[in-house]
């Protein structure tokens, strides 16, 4: 029996005969108005994109293109602290925990089965907790018992330092730090990333000592996995953090085309 050729084209939608889907007015209407909206986000100029008076696309224009010498300090102070640290925990909630979470269990895979690889095999990484995403007690409590407290570091994020759930648990974890080891090795130990002059953990950080890094103004919480709220963290790791900047770099240019 014969064989019919069949010819497979996406655009028309299983058409053999008729328009283009590119010349179908819908079509045409919808690609117009993504223009429009891609426009509307570059240029910044709807109230809609604003926090106050600040325009909420840093995302978009500017942490994708985060300078390769900023990615080096980041770099550097996380390999510094690995060598010190077995574990490690990240204090933060909302899209400064689940963009950790989700890009470390897409890059380095199921963070539960990560912690569970000896040293070796997480190729240097200390296992990784997160603390201060939720209130309940036994679920932090479990955590400590599971840390080593002598080989544990940690960050801590939060732009005003007064959020509920991550002050909580940093409050309890900077205790455990403070004892276990000694209020000046818990200092070398503990990350900020928080406003860049103003809020309690920005005072608490210059106060003590602690290494920080800035929450940028014009980017919000669920948009940070580009922007030093996460790639700290991420480089602690083991995510190649120049590698991930130059994807989204790549795809931000990609898109305005």
Known sequence: MPQKEIKLDYRRFGQVDGPHVTEIADFSQAANKVVELHNLLIEG???????????????????PFVSESELDIIQSTAEQLTKDIDDFVSIGIGGSYLGIQSTID???????LFNLLPKQQRKGAPRFFFLGQNMDPAYTNRVMEILDSKKTGGVVISKSGGTVEPAIAFAIFKNLMDQAV?????????VAVTDKAKGALKKLADQLGYKSF??????????????????FALAVAGVNIKELIAGAKYAEEQVRN
């Open 45 to 63: 100029k709807s109230d809609q994109l604003k926090d106050s008076s600040v325009v909420m696309t840093g995302w978009k224009t500017e942490s």
């Open 106 to 112: 897409a890059v380095r895979g199921s963070l539960e």
């Open 182 to 190: 000694s209020p000046e090795t818990a200092a070398k130990r503990i």
């Open 214 to 231: 800035v929450v940028p103004d014009n980017v919000g919480g669920r948009f940070s996995v580009t922007c030093p709220v996460e790639i």
